[in-house]
């Protein structure tokens, strides 16, 4: 019987998380269910949209961290 495997298993794969012998289970299971491979290959190409997502604050919010050090005296922005 192979072992069923949740989304949270994915991760840990992915991440290299997961003991090699799991791994070795996790990739058995790849190999032979269709939506296990379409969820982790989803995962996959989720994670690397993520990675190239880059978050910069509003002017709005510098500006108030900035007043916000100067109003108590910290070092200057």
Not at 18 to 24: A, I, N, R, T, V
């Amino acid at each position: 019987m192979i072992k069923p495997f949740t989304p949270n298993d994915l991760v840990r794969y992915i991440y290299q998380e997961m003991p090699e012998g799991e791994q070795e289970l996790l990739m058995q299971a790849l190999h032979g269910n269709e939506s296990l491979m379409q969820e982790y290959v989803e995962m996959l190409s989720t994670i690397e949209q993520l990675d190239q997502v880059r978050l910069q604050p509003s002017d709005k919010i510098v500006k108030a961290i900035k007043e916000m050090a100067h109003s108590t005296g910290l070092q200057k922005v």
